[in-house]
């Protein structure tokens, strides 16, 4: 999900579409999110860890 994130932000960064930088951004930091949940311990969507 992050990586997702980061090839959208670069995308819409490259090609100026607004739209592909705010999603690009949103998924970066709910992956973000996941993976520091996931390596605290907490169960992630059903897991017990996040990668």
Not at 5 to 10: A, W
Not at 11 to 31: E, Q, R
Not at 39 to 51: D, E, K, L, P
Request: zero cysteines.
């Amino acid at each position: 999900m992050i990586a997702v994130g980061i090839i959208l932000l670069v995308v819409g960064f490259v090609t100026g579409i607004s739209i592909l930088w705010t999603l690009g951004l949103i998924l970066a930091v709910v992956g973000a999110a996941f993976w520091i949940l996931g390596s605290m311990g907490h169960a992630v969507a059903g897991r017990r860890h996040y990668w």
